[in-house]
């Protein structure tokens, strides 16, 4: 039985969230009807965890092709996703195969992309392995690749077909980046649900140790609410912004460093803390939930500032820049007290130099 369901007509889909899936599940690709697979991942993971997969998928009676790709954020470029897709006519793939998207936030964005694309559209399968992807961007599909003038920017909304969550991923994943995980996984709590933040302020010795229950119950509230907000919201029309909770400093900052000094999640964390901030000059949260939001993140060694010597300018022309491309608003997720948030997009520069000055 999957652990969750996101709900989206006839293109519903299961989450499945269990330790061992990757070599002991024996509802894996249940769903899944073609017999050509082609798994996207990259040189980390292929170490890690290729043999195994393809060893299963291959008992299932499946061709197994893979195509792996270098490591890191620089890699989601137009020229990867054109090897893919060159790698895919090459095979040849034809319009029943199935991508399996195996690895973090890039691969998955990446494959998820050139399943879009190639023949205008085949199936794609999501297992993500980084705390990141298996709390955010699996679920919901949000596919791109990066541009030079902007992250994310070439893409589309393709759903997977199933999201495996093996949290034993988990156990091979720097601490960095299974703190910048822990940013989203925080951010789910400061948006919309106030118990799961109390959760994690009580279990974060177990998320630390990295306790198998708890991680897995932590995964699934956060896929749950992400489910729940797509379902409501697919295209980001409205509820679905909330997610960019920390996302507008995040984005600057990224930026003003270079995408990869600072992971995404460390971006988003110090991006929480300013979106806090401000809403605390504006009463919308009090300085108690200001300090148990610092808290929390700071328990989490993530940056609760940003980086010391960007200046507020710096901020304002990444934002404005991130504007001009998305939309005419420079556009922040606020939130009101811990458990809800709103789109805010009349900030003006004087309360954003005071911020950040
Ligand atoms: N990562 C935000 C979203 O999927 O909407």
């Known amino acids: 039985m999957p652990t969750l369901q996101l709900d989206l007509g006839q293109r519903s889909y299961p989450i499945y969230i269990e330790t061992g899936i990757?070599?002991?599940?024996?509802?894996?690709?249940?769903?899944?009807?073609?017999?050509?697979?082609?798994?996207?991942?990259?040189?980390?993971?292929?170490?890690?965890?290729?043999?195994?997969?393809?060893?299963?998928?291959?008992?299932?009676?499946?061709?197994?092709?893979?195509?792996?790709?270098?490591?890191?954020?620089?890699?989601?470029?137009?020229?990867?996703?054109?090897?893919?897709?060159?790698?895919?006519?090459?095979?040849?793939?034809?319009r029943s195969a199935c991508i399996v998207a195996l690895g973090g936030g890039v691969v998955g964005d990446i494959a998820g992309f050139a399943?879009?694309?190639?023949?205008?559209?085949?199936?794609f399968v999501q297992i993500p392995t980084t705390?990141?992807?298996?709390?955010?961007?699996?679920?919901?599909?949000?596919?791109?690749?990066?541009?030079?003038l902007g992250k994310n920017m070439i893409g589309a909304f393709y759903q997977p077909k199933a999201v495996y969550i093996d949290t034993n991923c988990l156990s091979s994943l720097p601490s960095r980046e299974f703190s910048a995980g822990m940013a989203e996984v925080i951010k789910y709590g400061i948006i919309y649900d106030p118990a799961f933040f109390t959760w994690l302020e009580d279990n974060q010795r177990?998320?630390?140790?990295?306790?198998?229950?708890?991680?897995?119950?932590?995964?699934?509230?956060?896929?749950?609410?992400?489910?729940?907000?797509?379902?409501?919201?697919?295209?980001?029309?409205?509820?679905?912004?909330?997610?960019?909770?920390?996302?507008?400093?995040?984005?600057?900052?990224?930026?003003?460093?270079?995408?990869?000094?600072?992971?995404?999640?460390?971006?988003?964390?110090?991006?929480?803390?300013?979106?806090?901030?401000?809403?605390?000059?504006?009463?919308d949260i009090n300085s108690n939930e200001l300090k148990r939001i610092v808290d929390l993140i700071s328990v989490f060694d993530l940056p609760t500032e940003g980086p010391q010597n960007m200046s507020s300018q710096a901020y304002i022309e990444h934002m404005q820049r991130d504007k001009k491309v998305l939309e005419n608003t420079m556009r922040f997720i606020l939130p009101i007290g811990i458990g809800k948030a709103r789109v805010v997009s009349d900030v003006s520069k004087d309360e954003l130099h005071s911020l950040l000055n």
């Not at 092709?65 to 054109?82: F, H, M, Q, R, Y």
């Not at 298996?134 to 596919?143: E, R």
Request: glycine letters at 8%.
């Open 22 to 94: 990757l070599s002991d599940a024996g509802f894996l690709f249940e769903e899944i009807q073609s017999s050509h697979l082609i798994i996207v991942t990259n040189t980390v993971l292929k170490a890690l965890y290729l043999d195994t997969l393809k060893v299963r998928l291959t008992q299932l009676g499946k061709r197994v092709d893979e195509i792996v790709l270098p490591d890191g954020e620089s890699e989601k470029t137009l020229a990867n996703l054109e090897h893919i897709l060159t790698k895919l006519l090459a095979m040849p793939a034809s």
């Open 115 to 123: 399943a879009a694309c190639y023949q205008r559209g085949i199936d």
């Open 131 to 148: 705390l990141l992807s298996q709390v955010d961007s699996s679920v919901g599909g949000k596919t791109a690749v990066n541009h030079s």
């Open 206 to 283: 177990e998320i630390q140790d990295k306790h198998g229950p708890v991680l897995n119950t932590m995964i699934a509230r956060c896929c749950e609410i992400k489910a729940e907000i797509v379902a409501l919201d697919e295209r980001e029309q409205n509820i679905r912004a909330l997610l960019n909770l920390g996302h507008t400093f995040g984005h600057a900052i990224e930026a003003e460093l270079g995408y990869g000094t600072w992971l995404h999640g460390e971006a988003v964390a110090a991006g929480m803390v300013l979106a806090a901030k401000l809403s605390m000059t504006r009463g």
